[in-house]
């Protein structure tokens, strides 16, 4: 029986369009309305309030702070309130197993968490650096906690409601609007604090998140019901004990550890490389690596999700994973030739491209791996893991960058990312598999 879409049936290779009886009228194809729906127009919509918070607790209020005369080692404790982004599998069960009473288990609580992020962030913009710094660090610590909630809800959601062939440009526009939130509270907000304060600067901040509750409100529900699990206790054994079960669960986590892991590598040093290592001004910097580079990132994002549409889940992983492994070594030619400035755009640009059709990818292959029934648990669970990648290659960097030098660095950043790709080619059929189901 084909699955339910907001406008027909819809099966795996297009929508079947019937009659009460059941007879088919007519078809149309997946390719007709990919880019034109309600399922993929609120993913910009949710990628925005997703975004908002992150920078709005970490750089933002970091320059605050600064700006506030408040002393480094307080600044540096300040870090910890975004703890809840890196722990946040922890309570995800709990989203399986409880349906809010208004608007279903994902929606509800998205509803949930960006009601209470507005509250908060209103809350946030009244606290006083220098007269009360514990209390506006125990207010930003509880806006990670809900961004960190929203996040999971929302990526639980995504999973949910998009379909094989839309999770490439759903993820796409997803991180479009995802950056975007982080440029509205990151850049903006700087400049809105210079000229009317900080305290304004957090109200409107607090009000940005109504983009995403429009998302959340005029979003579809899941084309099909899932029964959440029964006891609490089944909602954080059973999810593990489904993807343990399947054929290959070993390696397919390797390969969410591994497929990023040589992309990561490189950027734990990028910045340090441009000013250090062949000598660009703040300002270059500043231009290319971040302003190019962003555009270059939205770029690939959406690039990559619509080419996702005809490629497919395996083809488009190991395309992207070869692109940036390559893009690795425009950096390693830069090292070499040295203080090139469209040498420098160049693999700057190159780089963030590939990253972002990467990174789109990645998404899909994430949303295609988790059951229904515990999308919250699974989903957060494996962008832990794919964070630990992150985690342990910036330690060693710097001593590698010392010990081998710039050249040699970014060509062992290539080489980091190949295994990632012999996995990738190796679980072939598994992922096709993945792509062809729901």
């Not at 002393?71 to 870090?79: S, V």
């Not at 207010?139 to 094989?164: E, G, H, K």
Request: glycine letters at 12%.
């Amino acid at each position: 029986m084909p699955l339910r879409c907001a406008e027909h049936s819809c099966g795996d290779n297009g929508c079947v369009i019937a009659t009460a009886g059941g007879k088919v009228v007519g078809q149309h194809s997946p390719g007709k309305t990919i880019f034109l729906n309600r399922r993929i127009g609120i993913m910009p919509l949710l990628g925005l309030s997703s975004g908002l918070p992150l920078a709005l607790t970490s750089s933002t209020l970091q320059a605050w702070l600064t700006v506030s005369a408040i002393d480094i080692r307080t600044i540096g404790i300040f870090g910890l309130v975004g703890l809840p982004y890196t722990v946040k599998f922890l309570w995800s069960p709990l989203m399986d197993r409880f349906v809010p009473p208004w608007m279903g288990r994902r929606r509800g609580w998205m509803l949930l968490a960006q009601l209470g992020l507005m509250f908060l962030l209103g809350v946030m913009a009244y606290g006083s650096p220098e007269h009360a710094p514990v209390a506006l660090g125990l207010v930003a610590l509880a806006v990670t906690f809900l961004s960190a909630s929203q996040d999971i809800a929302v990526d639980a959601y995504r999973a949910d409601i998009l379909r094989p062939v839309e999770r490439g440009f759903g993820a796409g526009v997803f991180v479009a609007g995802y950056r975007v939130g982080l440029l509205l509270a990151g850049a903006l907000a700087l400049i809105m604090a210079e000229q009317i304060g900080w305290q304004a600067t957090y109200l409107v901040m607090a009000g940005f998140v109504t983009i995403g509750l429009v998302g959340t409100v005029v979003g579809p529900d899941p084309a099909w019901e899932v029964r959440p699990p029964e006891t609490l206790a089944d909602a954080i054994t059973q999810p593990f004990k489904e993807f343990l079960s399947r054929p290959g669960a070993v390696w397919l986590i390797v390969l969410v550890v591994l497929y990023k892991l040589g992309d990561a590598f490189a950027g734990t040093l990028t910045t340090a490389f441009l000013i250090r290592g062949v000598g660009f001004t703040l300002s270059d910097v500043g231009l290319i690596n971040k302003g190019l580079g962003l555009a270059s990132l939205l770029i690939g994002a959406l690039s990559g999700g619509a080419i996702m549409v005809r490629l497919g889940l395996f083809r488009s992983l190991l395309l992207f994973g070869i692109l940036q492994a390559v893009s690795n070594l425009g950096f390693m030619l830069l090292a070499w030739v040295g203080n090139s400035y469209w040498l420098m755009a160049f693999a700057v640009a190159f780089e963030n491209f590939a990253g972002g059709m990467g990174t789109v990818a990645f998404v899909a292959l994430l949303m295609a791996l988790c059951d229904h029934r515990y999308t919250a648990t699974q989903f957060a669970l494996l962008t832990a893991l794919a964070a630990l990648g992150r985690v342990f290659v910036g330690p060693p960097s710097g001593y590698a960058v010392e010990a081998i030098g710039w050249v040699s660095f970014f060509s062992v950043t290539f080489v980091v990312a190949l295994p990632g790709l012999f996995v990738l080619w190796y679980l072939r059929s598994p992922i096709d598999t993945l792509d062809k189901s729901t």
